[in-house]
């Protein structure tokens, strides 16, 4: 603030605080993405699991038998249309779904940053075939594109009809987001029987 009054400065002074994207209302889609920002304190370092950060939403939800827990579970089962015990164990199914043997989370994301289908057209090169991981396994990856925004969807057709209809800067990744989000299968994991 001192630096934006001196200085007649506006906004975040070494980058911005956030970005914006689409998210498809799918529950696959959804569910990683409510996922990924409830793990985040234990891919930093700071939490055991994402219950345990007391505060998210989802700790309130799972862990609180007070009011703020209760509107905390309400809000999960309008944004996905199932009793919360359901919520709760499709988004533990995902905090549950470890990278195949053999792939750590540090390829993963080098892999996932460079992906681009158009590889061949620009440069003559074969583009990559993305392998089968799902969005839910890569949820410990700090990705492009869950940091500088995209459209995030399971389906490539709403991606695109999406994309034709908004502001040419948004989101700030623009169209290689797109592709990006094809490099991982949106599709929840299958949940044991108990």
Known sequence: MWYNDTYGHEGCLWQGRFYSGVVERKREVLAVVAAYVAYNPVKAGIAPSPDAWKWSSYSLAANDAGEDGERCRRMYEAMFG??????RAMLESIYADEL??????????????????????????????????????????SMKVFKTGAYISADFGFLKKVRDFLPRHFPKAGRRSVKRCRAFIWELPRRQAA
């Open 82 to 87: 199932q009793p919360w015990e359901e919520v």
């Open 100 to 141: 195949p043997p053999g792939v750590t989370p540090e390829e993963l994301k080098r892999w996932f940053d460079d992906y681009d289908e158009e590889t061949a057209d620009k440069e003559g090169r074969p583009a990559r075939v993305p392998p089968t991981y799902r969005a839910s396994q890569a949820i410990r990856v």
